[in-house]
């Protein structure tokens, strides 16, 4: 009997802990209590910086969560990602400059690209920002189940996207559920390697096999390659060899957060 209560007093506890969490999440996204951060995607082989960014959302901090990956796998796990997701790219637009140069790298969950919140961003990105669109690269995780869709509603969704002007990325590459088949749903313009194959690659001839394989496969595919999470300079040199374009990570810059004054 004093299990079944021990038990009843847990989910309660679980129950009000989550109901806390979800206010929370419900006042960073009325308030956008969101810092935005960018971090340089670079050239490797000449180091370049400046050509293109990618953006990301942050909760102030003191919001009552640990780290940001705490906060979106929260709103991902409670049916509030596509808010989510559609204020932080607001945010990001709204600490853009009047005139954008580079590409503009965002992060967004796939299922948010089905959900009516984002027919009200693409309304408001027609009106405002028609012309930035073919600047933006959505950023889709492999770390969403990708298999919530049919290959065909997938790539139907892409390709009208595509026709507004979208590219698309396919971020975490290498740690993902769905594996290949996000590869062959989505058919990126970039593919980003997770930093977890990337980090010490150069003393791991076994991954540095799988990485020359994948690397080639997309060369041969017209797919550019970004190697994430780069932070010494042998996992650089290891993947400019390869031939791979671009690389992002602690090793060429940390995110910057931007002025949060508008
Ligand atoms: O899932 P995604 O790749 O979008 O995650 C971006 C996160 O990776 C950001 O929180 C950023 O701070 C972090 N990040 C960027 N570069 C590095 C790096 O070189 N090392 C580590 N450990 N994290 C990084
Ligand atoms: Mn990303």
Same mark, same amino acid.
Request: charged share 25%; proline share 3%; hydrophobic share 40%.
């Given at each position: /009997?004093?299990?079944?209560?021990?038990?009843?007093?847990?989910?309660? $506890?679980?129950? /009000?802990?989550?109901?806390?969490?979800?206010?929370?999440?419900?006042?960073?996204?009325?308030?956008?209590?969101?810092?935005?951060?960018?971090?340089?995607?670079?050239?490797?082989?000449?180091?370049?910086?400046?050509? =293109?960014?990618?953006?990301?959302?942050?909760?102030?901090?003191?919001?009552?969560?640990?780290?940001?990956?705490?906060?979106?796998?929260?709103?991902?796990?409670?049916?509030?990602?596509?808010?989510?997701?559609?204020?932080?790219?607001?945010?990001?637009? =709204?600490?853009?400059?009047?005139?954008?140069?580079?590409?503009?790298?965002?992060?967004?969950?796939?299922?948010?690209?089905?959900?009516?919140?984002?027919?009200?961003?693409?309304?408001?990105?027609?009106?405002?920002?028609?012309?930035?669109?073919?600047?933006?690269?959505?950023?889709?995780?492999?770390?969403?189940? !990708?298999?919530?869709?049919?290959?065909?509603?997938?790539?139907?969704?892409?390709?009208?996207?595509?026709?507004?002007?979208?590219?698309? =990325?396919?971020?975490?590459?290498?740690?993902?559920?769905?594996?290949?088949?996000?590869?062959? /749903? #989505?058919?990126?313009?970039?593919?980003?390697?997770?930093?977890? *194959?990337?980090?010490?690659?150069?003393?791991?001839?076994? $991954?540095?096999?799988? *990485?020359? =394989?994948?690397?080639?496969?997309?060369?041969?595919?017209?797919?550019?390659?970004?190697?994430?999470?780069?932070?010494?300079?042998?996992? /650089?040199?290891?993947?400019?060899? !390869?031939?791979?374009?671009?690389?992002?990570?602690?090793?060429?810059?940390?995110? #910057?957060?931007?002025?949060?004054? !508008?």
């Amino acid at each position: /009997m004093s299990f079944i209560i021990e038990k009843l007093k847990l989910f309660k $506890r679980n129950r /009000m802990m989550c109901e806390i969490k979800m206010n929370e999440v419900r006042q960073i996204i009325e308030l956008t209590q969101l810092e935005v951060y960018s971090q340089p995607i670079v050239q490797l082989d000449q180091q370049q910086t400046g050509f =293109a960014f990618e953006y990301l959302n942050r909760p102030r901090e003191g919001s009552g969560f640990d780290h940001p990956g705490e906060f979106y796998a929260f709103a991902a796990n409670h049916g509030t990602i596509a808010e989510v997701d559609v204020c932080a790219i607001e945010n990001i637009l =709204a600490h853009l400059p009047e005139r954008v140069q580079e590409t503009i790298f965002v992060n967004i969950h796939l299922s948010t690209l089905f959900s009516d919140r984002w027919v009200e961003l693409l309304e408001h990105l027609n009106i405002s920002y028609s012309d930035v669109i073919p600047q933006i690269v959505l950023e889709i995780s492999e770390r969403e189940g !990708l298999d919530k869709y049919t290959t065909s509603e997938v790539g139907e969704k892409i390709w009208d996207l595509r026709a507004l002007g979208f590219q698309f =990325a396919i971020d975490d590459v290498g740690i993902g559920y769905s594996g290949l088949t996000s590869l062959t /749903m #989505v058919k990126p313009d970039y593919v980003k390697i997770d930093r977890l *194959l990337v980090s010490y690659i150069d003393t791991d001839p076994y $991954r540095q096999h799988l *990485l020359k =394989a994948l690397v080639e496969y997309w060369i041969n595919v017209n797919v550019s390659v970004i190697a994430e999470g780069i932070e010494r300079k042998e996992e /650089m040199d290891f993947f400019a060899k !390869l031939g791979v374009t671009f690389g992002q990570g602690y090793f060429f810059q940390k995110p #910057v957060k931007l002025s949060t004054d !508008l």
